[in-house]
């Protein structure tokens, strides 16, 4: 068998080697993956798919999207990271459904809907992620998640280079979850929106952003860090456990939400990770509550990441 290198050479796929994680993730820290591929088709991805199968010594691989709900060690990747491109972030509608492209930005795609006098989305304007992302983990905010527009998806397995369509209900979405596995890439989206009302649709867009920068803080951040047990906020526990400002090193418990870590320019990864863990136990000591990360974590020890 061939190595995954000189199956890449014959590829037509553009792998770097050596690129940094930081720009690529909104905390901008972390170190490098040892193979990085921006693709534009499914012909790309299946191509990337079929080389990873081939090779005598199969990489991990690790799905980027916008990096918004991603920790990468300090110590980097050792594997074959892939972030999707333009070509596909295209949305189209038909009718009151509307498709979208696994890299299309939620922002966009939330602002396009209401342009075209659709609702149900406008909850994903302050969420700054992909359509791929979103599916993956059901992301959601403002009472709502994909899974209440979400009708099925069009999927690339990075593992084997096939491609394959699934129904919404085949997901199995829950809680900031799916039945979708790391090396799964989600290519495109069919959301179910219903007719709406463009001028209040636009003003819905405007409360949502407003207090999105009124409660949460900017800065280098990727957004919620732990998931909400149920019945209780983790930000209240966090808050009730004294670490709001809590710092090791160059990460931060925000003062303004308690549920945010922001790391400093020029940080690292793995002081954002050990603030985690200690977050983790004071609040389990406070309350006996024991958290869960929503941020994906790749590269640390007691953690899992990328897919085999």
């Known amino acids: 068998m061939k190595s995954f290198e000189e199956l890449i050479a ?14 690529l993730c909104t905390y901008r820290v972390g170190g490098s993956a040892r193979w990085f591929a921006s693709v534009d088709s499914e012909a790309e991805l299946r191509a990337l798919g079929e080389a990873v199968a081939g090779a005598a010594e199969p990489p991990a691989v690790l799905v980027v999207g916008r990096g918004s709900n991603l920790l990468v060690s300090d110590s980097g990747f050792e594997g074959l990271a892939v972030q999707l491109g333009d070509g596909l972030a295209r949305i189209s509608t038909d009718g009151h459904t ?29 969420v700054p992620g992909t359509i791929g992302g979103a599916v993956r983990m059901n992301a959601g905010g403002h009472g709502s998640d994909m899974s209440e527009v979400l009708v099925g998806v069009r999927v690339v397995d990075l593992r084997t280079g096939e491609t394959r369509e699934v129904d919404a209900a085949a997901l199995e979405l829950s809680y900031r979850s799916s039945a979708l596995d790391a090396h799964e890439v989600v290519t495109s989206a069919d959301l179910a929106l219903v007719p709406g009302d463009r001028e209040r649709g636009e ?17 280098h951040n990727a957004g919620s860090v732990f998931t909400n047990p149920a019945g209780d906020s983790a930000g209240r526990l966090i808050d009730e ?14 003062p303004k939400h308690a549920n945010f870590i922001q790391a400093d ?35 640390f020890d007691r953690d899992a990441g990328a897919s085999r």
Request: hydrophobic share 45%; glycine share 12%; net charge neutral.
């Open 10 to 23: 014959v590829s037509g796929v553009e792998v770097r080697s050596a690129v940094s994680m930081a720009a």
């Open 98 to 126: 509307m498709t979208a492209g696994g890299a299309a930005s939620l922002p966009v795609v939330a602002r396009r809907s209401v342009a075209e006098s659709l609702s149900g989305f406008e909850w994903a304007v302050g």
């Open 203 to 219: 003003a819905l867009l405007a409360d949502i952003v407003r207090w999105r920068r009124e409660n949460q803080p900017g800065g």
């Open 241 to 254: 456990a004294g670490c709001k400002g809590l710092r090791i090193g160059s990460a931060e418990v925000s």
């Open 265 to 299: 320019e020029g940080g690292s990864a793995d002081d954002v990770h050990a603030l985690m863990h200690e977050v983790i136990r004071r609040v389990r000591h406070t309350s006996g509550v024991e958290l869960h990360a929503e941020t994906r974590l790749v590269g």
